[in-house]
């Protein structure tokens, strides 16, 4: 067993990411929604909510098993590439460099508009703004480990399709 492998809380790889990042999934799959005294969503505003939650919601569990199939055998939980990886850049990921990532932020924030909760929109927010950490310290393991990776940066948005 090599020092990496036994002392994996140093986080060498990226464990603490991961940690992290179960820990806000938990906040927002699982978390209180609103704090007392908040206001309810109006009744309206719920409906539209909830459906557009739902679509979000289900988009983002989509472009997550996408991401998933099509990275195959690099798939690791952490955001290190593995010795054996390869730089996949065609399904999903010719749209969206993380869409695993995306999927759970769009997951995360289909379901605060689908349960209605301020504190949830607040908790996948955090999300958003740790899988872009993530992301970034990823990408530089990534740009180190393929020398391609630069251009594929710059040909392909981050997080959101399009967009980011």
Not at 78 to 87: E, K
Not at 101 to 125: D, K, N, S
Not at 129 to 143: G, M, N, P, V
């Amino acid at each position: 067993m090599n020092s990496t492998s036994s002392s994996w809380w140093r986080g060498a790889r990226g464990e603490w990411y991961v940690i992290g990042q179960l820990v806000l999934m938990a906040f927002v799959f699982l978390g209180p929604r609103t704090l007392p005294g908040l206001p309810a969503w109006p009744a309206p505003l719920a409906r539209v909510s909830e459906l557009l939650g739902a679509t979000i919601g289900l988009a983002g569990v989509l472009l997550l098993l996408a991401g998933l199939a099509r990275l195959g055998p690099n798939l690791t939980p952490l955001p290190h590439p593995t010795d054996r990886a390869t730089l996949v850049q065609s399904g999903p990921y010719r749209f969206v460099r993380h869409p695993m990532y995306a999927g759970g932020i769009a997951m995360a924030y289909g379901w605060a508009l689908f349960v209605c909760g301020w504190l949830t929109l607040a908790y996948a927010t955090l999300l958003f703004a740790f899988l872009e950490a993530k992301a970034t310290r990823e990408e530089r393991w990534l740009a180190s480990r393929f020398p391609d990776y630069p251009a594929y940066q710059v040909r392909v948005r981050k997080l959101i399709p399009f967009i980011h």
